[in-house]
């Protein structure tokens, strides 16, 4: 594959205290210097034969690319982020910052903050939305190379020495200023709107147990804390029991293969938590059943190991 050069996005004489100058050095430069480096590796790459190249050669070949490609990407985004009046943002902008830091004013002083401290430093700060989570999020990174997964950047600053130099000399804050009154909102804003039509990663579809209602582990440590009366039943076959030392507690084990034996010692006023190993399929059977026998009874998503990975209190098996 061979990359593209983007053109300059921002108009670099319309830019308020940052010279054409300036612009054009680090666009020629840095940014053609990037993309060069980009496309010349991978030519190194697509021609080496990864069955005789050493795994160093090609570890080392295939960083450097990655390195290149993030550095080209993330100078397109920030020249993609000058050109504006960085003091109006827009109303969809303003309310999803607002949402995701407290309010605009905040998100700024975060966002010079992590600035501030690549001041004697370099990298980049990035807003960026991450669809998982469907939230905006402030990073800095201290190289080319720690972009969040799966994150979505919609705002770069450029932190490199050869960023503002030329203009602000060793007078980082004065270039942080003139970033942040020169940032083009109303691109930023459409980015925003383009990220959040990218889908989140799929979660877990139970199509079996679609059906049945489960709560998060999340949800019961809630319960837990709070004090809410809650049955919960570790419904592991017993086979498992004897592999796996622990037990949520709180929890009491009941064997699955003989709910007609125990059910009648559960309370039909109290909820009832049911979970297996991983969640797949006992805990959702239990569940069913007791919901069939009129108790309000949900599955635990993701079960035993769930309730483990987040660090919720367990006890010894006995
Ligand atoms: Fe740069």
Redesign the pocket.
Known sequence: MRYRLAPLFCRPWTLNGITPRLIES?YEN?YGGALNRLNALTEEVEALDPATTPASVISRLKRDQNTALNSTLL?ELYFASLGGDGRVVPEVMAEAITRDFGSVDRWRKEFIALASELANDSGWVLLTYVPRDGQLINQSTSDHLEGIAGGIPILAL?M?E??YHLDFGANPTAYIAAFMRNIEWNAVQARYEDALKVAPPRRLVQKQFGDVPAITVEEVAAMLEAGTPVQIIDARPRHYTTKSPDIMAGAVWRDPERIDEWIGELSKTEPVVTYCVYGFHIGCETAITLRKAGFDARYMAGGHYAWKAIKGPVKLFE
Request: overall charge negative; aromatic content about 14%; charged content about 15%.
């Open positions: 680090h840095n100078h450029d490199y050869h960023a």
